[in-house]
């Protein structure tokens, strides 16, 4: 069976500190490709970073980042110095090779006060 | 410019009403979803068509019909509203080629049923 769990529901933090959000997947796929994606207040779905299965390695945009470890079945995004503007509530997701079906966690909503 | 729009934003209708939601996108991408999301941001898929064939129809109430008269356009209609129906939908599409690849989203269509 195909979920993925963020399991922070809502953090909290002061401007300039650093987050990480957490994901945690389950799938049977041997490939299989994983997902953020950022809606802010506004309310429009932005699409962050794809990684499929057979990268591990970890990426970095910018403040952004993202750690995939396979033998923790994680997908862990983090925010470096964080901002007010990434207030935000973040998703990450999941799909099988092959499926044009995302499956979504519950989001984690990110405040980050002046 | 933009690049997956859908209309309207709001939409605020009486209980028992029917009513539709356009969504057209400029990207050249061959395969469009509908998205609900709930008032607990849990988001979750309804249809999705690649090259005007239904590929994805999630367990939805029959009272929800999509409809794509081109690969650049997936409307949503819906009879029969009723006060669960109330939520964001989603209209989003995907680039050409395999599944898996990162979907784009419109701006979201909030639907309210009184």
């Known amino acids: 069976a195909q979920k993925v769990t963020q399991a922070q529901t809502e953090i909290s933090v002061v401007e300039k500190e650093d987050v990480t959000l957490d994901c945690v997947y389950e799938?049977?796929?041997?490939?299989?490709?994983l997902f953020w994606y950022k809606q802010p207040p506004s309310g429009e779905l932005v699409f962050l970073i794809r990684r499929n299965s057979f990268d591990e390695q970890n990426e970095i945009s910018g403040r952004y980042s993202w750690n995939f470890q396979k033998s923790t079945s994680s997908f862990n995004f983090t925010i470096t110095a964080s901002q007010v503007v990434d207030s935000a509530v973040y998703f990450c997701a999941l799909s099988e090779y092959g499926n044009y079906q995302l499956i979504w966690g519950a989001g984690t909503k990110l405040i980050i006060k002046p | 410019d933009t690049a997956v729009s859908q209309t309207p934003k709001y939409l605020v209708t009486q209980m028992g009403n029917d009513k539709s939601i356009k969504c057209e996108q400029n990207?050249?991408?061959?395969?469009m979803y509908w998205y609900k999301q709930d008032s607990k941001k849990f988001l979750k898929i309804m249809f999705s068509y690649n090259n005007k064939e239904l590929i994805i129809n999630e367990t939805v109430p029959n009272r929800f019909s999509p409809k794509s008269p081109d690969k650049a356009h997936l409307n949503l209609h819906i009879n029969s509203l009723e006060l669960g129906d109330s939520a964001v939908y989603f209209c989003?599409?995907?680039?050409?080629?395999?599944?898996?690849?990162?979907?784009?989203f419109g701006q979201g269509t909030r639907l309210t049923v009184v």
């Open positions: 799938t049977r796929d041997t490939t299989y490709y």
């Open positions: 990207l050249g991408h061959d395969t």
């Open positions: 989003a599409s995907s680039p050409p080629g395999t599944a898996n690849t990162e979907a784009f």
